[in-house]
């Protein structure tokens, strides 16, 4: 069993209610929602990441013969619900946005309408995905902000958090911009381009600094980046220009080397001055060590002579905000609005549309929130993308939605693109969702909090 795509990887109270809704015979159409209530601190926009993952467990969604023993032995279920488990499979319809896209609090980012027992089932794992990537992109989106176009490497998976978070950390830095990863997996399953140097093991394990490189270029011809922080960096520096004379000769170029440790600025120029007055202006200086997008910036600011940057784990963990305020929330049951109210968490009721504004220079101006039947003029954002539990078109692949964020991060206005928190973008609620929640309140008759 593969415990990833597995139907029990969810919680237990979706099992229960499910149980429930079939004992009172509630199986009519549900819809739910998938939003953000907040940014976290220091964020001014989000990137949408996950849906291929959401779609794809969706598309393979059954319960397996071990499962259900399982289930059984349990005793925590009815017949009735694991007779339900045993015929399982995703009939319901998916609409979203494009991976990739910039969005706000309070937008949904995907909606699914299915009877209300297979909907609500999918709940913890469809939050679970679009969770973590959509806080991953989001977080190597700032990176890609400010490293004024110079490569960005995703080195996180060491210390992800699991194999499947460095797997999928891989895919949404990608998407968000990054040039590669050093995740061997997610170079063969999402064709992310390969990038990696060697580790100070390697330099360790041999008996002279100057050998370790040697060796390793022999290995590696067509990828020669040395790593020259071991023991003196400078030094190591010195050391690498006469040995790329004997490279040279053989027919091996040294492409580049790299920095892991130390004042990155500092030792960049030092190096910088000792590979050019060596004949090597054409190898590239790579860094990695802690950095952030925070570090990404100083360094920029700096003109530190840099050529491209690994992040690892304050991207692969998104560090400084590694989660979101997230929800998925039934909006609608056999065709009566639905809306929560606890304090602090009340929602926007119905099927809704997220319509995107654009200022005359073709930034980002505003965005309205509406009921779907409420349509306006401009972008609607959430389209479908699944129907009757079949891929309603083609999936974009990885390089396709790279472009559209790409994209999505041009039109940012310059108030969003900094890392200061700066002035909230504006969503507003339209008339027509406004006066449906009132609907909705006078005919529940409750009182509750207000957004």
Not at 110 to 121: D, F, N, Y
Not at 287 to 301: C, I, P, V
Not at 427 to 433: E, G, K, R, T, W
Request: hydrophobic share 40%; charged share 20%; glycine share 6%.
């Amino acid at each position: 069993m593969n415990p990833s795509t597995s139907a029990l990887l969810t919680d237990l109270y979706e099992l229960t209610m499910a149980q429930a809704y079939l004992e009172q015979g509630m199986n009519g159409p549900a819809v739910f929602e998938f939003f953000v209530r907040k940014l976290p601190a220091h964020r001014n926009f989000l990137v949408a990441a996950g849906l291929e993952q959401v779609l794809d467990y969706l598309a393979e969604l059954q319960v397996t013969q071990e499962e259900l023993a399982w289930l059984d032995q349990s005793g925590w279920f009815s017949s009735r619900l694991l007779h339900y488990l045993e015929t399982l499979r995703f009939t319901g319809d998916v609409e979203a946005m494009t991976e990739g896209t910039v969005f706000f609090p309070h937008e949904p980012i995907l909606r699914i309408v299915a009877p209300l027992p297979q909907a609500q089932l999918m709940e913890s794992r469809v939050m679970n995905l679009l969770n973590f990537q959509t806080v991953v992109a989001s977080k190597a989106a700032r990176s890609v902000l400010v490293a004024e176009g110079k490569p960005l490497i995703d080195f996180g998976l060491r210390r992800a958090h699991g194999a499947e978070a460095g797997l999928l950390a891989a895919r949404a830095s990608y998407l968000s911009g990054f040039a590669g990863t050093a995740t061997v997996l997610a170079g063969m399953v999402y064709g992310i381009p390969l990038y990696g140097t060697m580790a100070h093991s390697f330099v360790q394990a041999h008996e002279d600094e100057i050998i370790a490189f040697e060796h390793f270029a022999h290995t590696q011809p067509d990828n020669v980046v040395l790593l020259i922080d071991t023991y003196d960096t400078e030094a190591a520096a010195g050391k690498v220009v006469p040995l790329a004379r004997r490279l040279k000769a053989k027919g091996i170029a040294v492409k580049g080397v790299r920095l892991d440790s130390g004042d990155l600025a500092d030792h960049a120029r030092k190096v910088r001055r000792i590979l050019d007055e060596g004949g090597l202006s054409h190898a590239l200086i790579l860094a990695s060590g802690n950095l952030d997008e925070y570090r990404l910036r100083d360094l920029a600011q700096d003109h530190a002579p840099i050529d491209s940057f690994a992040v690892g784990t304050a991207m692969t963990t998104s560090a400084d905000a590694p989660s979101l305020d997230c929800a998925y929330k039934l909006q609608e049951y056999l065709g009566r609005p639905c809306r929560k109210r606890s304090e602090g968490k009340a929602t926007w009721p119905g099927r809704k549309q997220v319509y995107r504004y654009h200022s005359d220079d073709g930034r980002l101006d505003h965005d309205i929130i509406t009921t779907l039947t409420d349509q306006l003029p401009d972008e609607p954002l959430l389209q479908s993308v699944m129907k009757g539990g079949y891929r309603f078109a083609s999936s974009p692949d990885l390089a396709e939605l790279r472009n559209h964020t790409a994209a999505q991060l041009r039109q940012l206005p310059e108030s969003l693109r900094t890392l200061e928190t700066g002035p909230a973008y504006e969503v507003q609620i339209s008339p027509a969702l406004q006066s449906l929640a009132h609907a909705v309140d006078a005919a529940s008759n409750i009182k509750g909090d207000t957004i």
